[in-house]
């Protein structure tokens, strides 16, 4: 009777040890499930969030945007910034964002897809005591190069220039230096603010400042948008080719976007209520612009 008693205990114990195993294993396939190589690398934007960086040209357009297309699709989350085109840029290639806004191209970066999303038209701004509504190229060339210092040279009032430059980051400055500095880059020192509604404020509080700036951000009595070899920057002249500040604005990926952040970027190249209203131009509009 011990004999078989003893055998029963032992029978006993061994389906309690095979249960307490069934359940281990039953966790463990429960963990792995979770944290499964599909769940862990789960394409870029798959959780409905997007994270945009760079261009501050671009920032007011992509902020209205992403605030109409919330509204529309709740389970999506944009968060935007600024910090310059070559941030956007460098953030992008390095997948630290999901989109990088540029108002330059890429070239050396063979890993991000470019998506053309608006064309911006970029003004030369002055505060309306330097008295210029109208510069040359030369001028403007003389003027960020320091060699004119006074408004007076160029046919304003007696008014000392103070320069607002951009920082070697900012696309801006990319555009201006080719289109209206024949590659030559502004004197450094002074002023640099990269912010583009930061410029605009300072030309607006400052008597004889001049700077560059999306047109976009060109508003109130106390900036205005000075003509180019006497072409106003209007969207009319930049369509027909006549006025040479602007440039396309860029949404760069790391790769072809996630679903999320494709119809995005589909959504701002056809938002065509933002578009107009903060000044941009859609791009099937410039019809082989170059």
């Known amino acids: ?47 409905q969030s997007i994270t945009i960086a760079g261009s501050t040209a671009l920032l007011p357009l992509v902020k209205q945007a992403s605030a109409d297309y919330q509204a529309q699709h709740p389970n999506v989350k944009i968060n935007v910034s600024g910090g310059g085109s070559r941030v956007g840029i460098t953030q992008a290639a390095q997948g630290g964002i999901d989109i990088g806004n540029s108002d330059i191209p890429a070239p050396d970066q063979p890993g991000l897809v470019d998506h053309r999303v608006a064309v911006v038209n970029f003004a030369v701004a002055v505060n309306p005591a330097s008295g210029v509504t109208n510069l040359t190229k030369a001028q403007i060339a003389s003027i960020f190069t320091g060699k004119v210092t006074n408004f007076s040279a160029v046919g304003g ?120 209203q903060l000044g941009f131009i859609r791009v099937s509009d410039m019809k082989g612009a170059q």
């Not at 389906?15 to 394409?43: I, Y």
């Not at 024949?182 to 990269?194: M, Y």
């Open 1 to 47: 009777m011990l004999r078989l008693a003893t055998l029963s205990l032992a029978f006993t114990a061994a389906l309690v040890l095979a249960a307490c195993g069934s359940g281990s294993s039953g966790n463990t396939s429960s963990a792995n499930s979770a944290g499964s190589p599909e769940s862990n690398n789960a394409p870029a934007g798959s959780s």
């Open 157 to 276: 009032k007696n008014v000392q220039i103070t320069v607002v430059n951009r920082p070697r980051s900012s696309g801006t400055r990319a555009v201006f230096v080719q289109k209206l500095m024949n590659g030559v880059q502004p004197l450094e020192g002074g002023l640099t603010q990269d912010s583009s509604g930061t410029v605009a404020s300072i030309v607006q509080q400052t008597p004889g400042a001049i700077s560059y700036v999306a047109k976009s951000y060109v508003k109130g009595p106390n900036i205005v948008p000075v003509s180019i070899d006497g072409v106003a920057p209007t969207d009319d002249n930049v369509l027909s080719g006549k006025y040479p500040f602007w440039s396309y604005e860029h949404m760069f990926t790391k790769g072809q976007p996630s679903k999320t952040a494709g119809d995005f970027i589909s959504y701002v190249q056809n938002d065509s209520a933002a578009l107009k």
